[in-house]
């Protein structure tokens, strides 16, 4: 089986950074997209940034120039740089990766949510 587990989240300022990070385990064959997706009290589960296993990335509108997805295969972990925070990006913040357990068999997973509080 495979985990998620996030890092990271926190209280922080208006105008303030935070680094979310994403670690894979368990047992499985590759990696494919992962990103980071948020849900606020009331709203549904909105994409904030995926990154496909070859790099290339896609950001909300809402949060471009702001927000910067990475990934380190090695370490099989993704990281959010978030920069320029605002109140409404006052969410819980949930890692998720589309997981190829074998050759034929992917599955999509999701961590267990890490909350960011953008509050002065």
């Known amino acids: 089986q495979v985990q998620l587990v996030e890092s990271g989240g926190g209280l922080v300022q208006p105008g303030g950074s935070l680094r979310l990070s994403c670690a894979a385990s368990?047992?499985?064959?590759?990696?494919?997209?992962m990103g980071w997706y948020r849900q606020a009290p009331g709203k549904q589960r909105e994409l904030v940034a995926r990154?496909?296993?070859?790099?290339?990335?896609n950001y909300a509108d809402s949060v471009k120039g702001r927000f910067t997805i990475s990934r380190d295969n090695a370490k099989k972990t993704i990281y959010l740089q978030m920069n320029s925070l605002e109140p409404e990006d006052t969410a819980v913040y949930y890692c998720?990766?589309?997981?190829?357990?074998?050759?034929?068999?992917?599955?999509?997973?999701w961590g267990q949510g890490t909350q960011v509080t953008v509050s002065s």
């Open positions: 998720n990766a589309d997981v190829r357990l074998q050759i034929l068999d992917r599955q999509l997973y």
């Open positions: 990154i496909t296993s070859g790099g290339a990335t």
């Open positions: 368990g047992i499985f064959f590759s990696i494919d997209t």
